[in-house]
T-cell receptor, first 115, second 115 residues
Framework: KAGVTQTPRYLIKTRGQQVTLSCSPI?????VSWYQQTPGQGLQFLFE???????NKGNFPGRFSGRQFSNSRSEMNVSTLELGDSALYLC??????????????FGPGTRLTVT | DQQVKQNSPSLSVQEGRISILNCDYTNSMFDYFLWYKKYPAEGPTFLIS?????DKNEDGRFTVFLNKSAKHLSLHIVPSQPGDSAVYFC??????????????FGKGTKLSVKP
């Protein structure tokens, strides 16, 4: 089974621009979560989508948004980029059903650099 | 306030010996705990998990112990191998079966296994 894929792997943007990152979950997984990893804050939860609906949201400003498509693929968007948005953005997918073990499987991440 | 804490930023162990990585949590609502391993420039790789109804789970060389009264869990790796050198993250979730789609991560412990 193919793992979680994320595109692009690396991205350089200028402050004030916007960016869209893409994630394809493991086949059959319906939940997609996004995380931001920075050296200072570690891994922080951004949001989670399940069946095209955002179910949970972390403590990030409204500049961070996402969506999920009917095939479970997900995108996240960051508008008006700031230098502090430079980070590794990780997508994770999970099978997610009542009573099932709740492991999330991560993609390789997108390294975003804002200059 | 950090809900999941890994108080040792680094750990060095001799090959063949036991590695013990520790994690403390504060939120009594957490009912599922996971350990991930992460190499540089890659996404975290799921290692092992435990639900709050158990106190031990074993998978090959990896064993996770949960002490709910102390709000403490540990990961034991026996025997340690040089390939185990990586950053290990402890994560917790509230809502077994996926009613909560986000994981709360500790800041990680860098394990170095010396030949």
């Amino acid at each position: 089974k193919a793992g979680v894929t994320q595109t692009p792997r690396y991205l350089i943007k200028t402050r004030g621009q916007q960016v869209t990152l893409s994630c394809s979950p493991i086949s059959g997984h319906r939940s997609v979560s996004w995380y931001q990893q920075t050296p200072g804050q570690g891994l922080q939860f951004l949001f989670e989508y399940f069946s095209e609906t955002q179910r949970n949201k972390g403590n990030f400003p409204g500049r961070f948004s996402g969506r999920q498509f009917s095939n479970s693929r997900s995108e996240m968007n960051v508008s008006t980029l700031e230098l502090g948005d430079s980070a590794l953005y990780l997508c994770a997918s999970s099978f997610l059903s009542a009573g099932a073990a709740y492991e999330q499987y991560f993609g390789p991440g997108t390294r975003l650099t804002v200059t | 306030d950090q809900q999941v804490k890994q108080n040792s930023p680094s750990l060095s162990v001799q090959e063949g010996r036991i590695s013990i990585l520790n994690c403390d949590y504060t939120n009594s609502m957490f009912d599922y705990f996971l350990w991930y391993k992460k190499y540089p420039a890659e996404g975290p790789t799921f290692l092992i998990s435990i639900s709050s109804i158990k106190d031990k789970n074993e998978d090959g060389r990896f064993t996770v112990f949960l002490n709910k009264s102390a709000k403490h869990l540990s990961l034991h790796i026996v025997p340690s191998q040089p390939g185990d050198s990586a950053v290990y993250f402890c994560a917790a979730s509230a809502g077994y079966g996926g009613s909560q789609g986000n994981l709360i991560f500790g800041k990680g412990t860098k394990l170095s296994v010396k030949p």
